[in-house]
């Protein structure tokens, strides 16, 4: 009876697998994984979702057609051999082909993930000095200032007269620069459908940026515990269109009116006097 060559034949099963799951992941599972296309950012990163579930289909089948395969096959059929095999001491080829395959993914991973932050921002906070300004040459970003503090978000407009209010409106096909703070405790803003998520500390100005796309309603949570009543600070955000945005921010610059002179004037941070607060 001729030899098995075990390699070739899992080798052979694991091809298959990859070639008809990876596509499979690709185009029909990837692409409903959130957040969605909300804006330039949550669509770069169900791309960056694509590619890590491409690239990782074909290593996860591989490790388990591996383990399959030898429980099935070289499981021990004698209750009364000995458990213990023969002892394995090495096998140069495959330890110099799994420090290539490893190195090249681990390269080629860190390469990609440094060219996509550059890209578009990514979304994330970055501090106050951003590495990276998805800005075009002779344009500018909106600027919103986004508040924490136990338990809601407020949203200040420093082009607007510096107007503060309790919801979020931003105009679409705009690129817009959040400045998210923190009156007490460590808070995270988080604008889910918009892939953003930067987190509101004290006397930190940590900046984020977003693009938005057509007309959406997007959720707005804390996502760092902040308190008794963190489960409850959420609201929700809108994109609408340019005129819209105008009537609105026009309509709260004259409600808030008042409340506007009152507020100290625009900064980065903000230093309030001690308040008793739970939690």
Not at 101 to 117: D, G, K, M, N
Not at 207 to 226: D, S, Y
Request: a positive charge; charged letters at 10%; proline letters at 8%.
């Amino acid at each position: 009876m001729p030899e098995i060559n075990h390699f070739r034949r899992v080798a052979l099963i694991w091809l298959v697998s990859s070639i008809v799951a990876t596509p499979l992941v690709i185009f029909l599972f990837a692409p409903i994984v959130p957040p969605g296309q909300g804006s330039v950012q949550s669509s770069g990163q169900v791309l960056d979702n694509t590619v890590l579930f491409g690239l990782s289909t074909p290593i996860a089948l591989a490790v388990l057609i591996f383990f399959g395969y030898s429980f099935v096959v070289f499981r021990e059929r004698d209750p009364a051999a000995v458990l213990d095999g023969p002892a394995v001491r090495g096998h140069a080829g495959a330890q110099l082909w799994w420090m290539i395959v490893t190195i090249t993914i681990v390269l080629f991973l860190a390469t990609y993930a440094s060219y996509r932050t550059f890209v578009d921002g990514a979304g994330g906070g970055q501090g106050p000095i951003p590495a990276s300004v998805p800005v075009p040459s002779g344009q500018s970003a909106l600027p919103v200032q986004v508040i924490a503090q136990q338990w809601q978000f407020t949203y200040r407009y420093p082009t607007y007269g510096g107007v503060e209010t309790s919801e979020l409106y931003l105009p679409e096909h705009t690129i817009v620069k959040f400045n998210v703070t923190s009156l007490d405790v460590v808070h995270s803003f988080w604008a889910y459908q918009l892939a953003v998520k930067a987190d509101a500390n004290p006397n930190v100005n940590n900046v984020a940026f977003v693009k938005t796309r057509g007309p959406l309603t997007f959720n707005v949570r804390c996502a760092e515990l902040c308190g008794v009543w963190h489960g409850y600070m959420f609201n929700l955000g809108h994109v609408v269109s340019k005129a819209q945005f105008a009537a609105w921010i026009a309509q709260q610059q004259r409600q808030f009116a008042p409340i506007t002179k009152s507020l100290p004037k625009y900064n980065p941070t903000y230093n309030p006097a001690p308040t008793r607060r739970g939690g």
